[in-house]
């Protein structure tokens, strides 16, 4: 087992069940493994994978509490962020994580095969091209909101299981006022700073659309 470890998801999820310690801590040494045979995120990102990647990718966990039997669909998914992480913290939750990209797709793939995830679907697919409804679309910063909506405008189940309305859970940073207002999209914006205290999350947010 790797030097580096999951303890600042720890920090913030206190509740953890042993597998999915377990499941966090296998994913440095899956990502280091896979990451020096399919570039999936920035070389020099590996030794923050836990910050920068997966604690990034449970700030729409400290949002929202997907519950038993939704569908999440991970657009851009890459190497498997947000939806492996999540799908970690929410086995009874089904995630579906598409990407164009298909070698990013058997990343994905190996990953959710080695921690044993039951709840992960990962399809080489464009977004336009799913067809199934879903309650939540994820992704992060995949590309603008007045691009991505277009993507995943009416694959959204018309029944809402969770406290909050179905909709968009999109993880970007940055001053996305222009962004929001070119979109002509109702968003709300929630600082990742509210959940997370190192400086890496200071300007970044949980984007909710609702559907």
């Not at 913290?89 to 298909?102: A, C, K, N, R, Y």
């Not at 995830?117 to 990962?122: D, G, H, M, Q, S």
């Not at 199934?132 to 679309?137: G, I, L, M, Q």
């Not at 205290?197 to 609702?210: A, G, L, N, R, S």
């Amino acid at each position: 087992m790797s030097e580096v470890k999951p303890d600042i998801i720890l920090k913030y999820f206190k509740n953890l069940t042993e597998e999915q310690i377990a499941q966090f801590s296998q994913l440095y040494d899956l990502y280091s493994f896979w990451n020096a045979q399919i570039n999936v995120i920035s070389r020099k990102d590996i030794d923050e994978l836990y910050e920068r990647h997966i604690l990034h990718s449970l700030a729409i966990a400290k949002f929202c509490s997907f519950k038993a039997g939704e569908k999440i669909l991970d657009v851009g998914t890459g190497g498997g962020f947000p939806g492996i992480p999540l799908a970690i913290m929410f086995p009874e939750t089904q995630f579906h994580l598409v990407d164009s990209i298909g070698k990013k797709i058997k990343v994905v793939t190996e990953v959710a095969a080695a921690l044993g995830l039951k709840n992960v679907k990962a399809s080489h697919l464009r977004a336009e091209q799913v067809i199934d409804k879903y309650n939540f679309v994820v992704s992060r910063a995949v590309t603008r909101l007045i691009d991505f909506y277009p993507w995943i405008k009416g694959k959204f189940a018309k029944e809402n299981k969770n406290a909050i309305q179905n909709g968009i859970l999109y993880l970007k940073g940055g001053d996305l006022t222009e962004e929001i207002k070119e979109s002509k999209l109702k968003a709300e914006l929630y600082p990742l700073s509210a959940y997370f205290d190192e400086e890496f999350f200071e300007t970044k947010f949980v984007v909710y659309i609702p559907q």
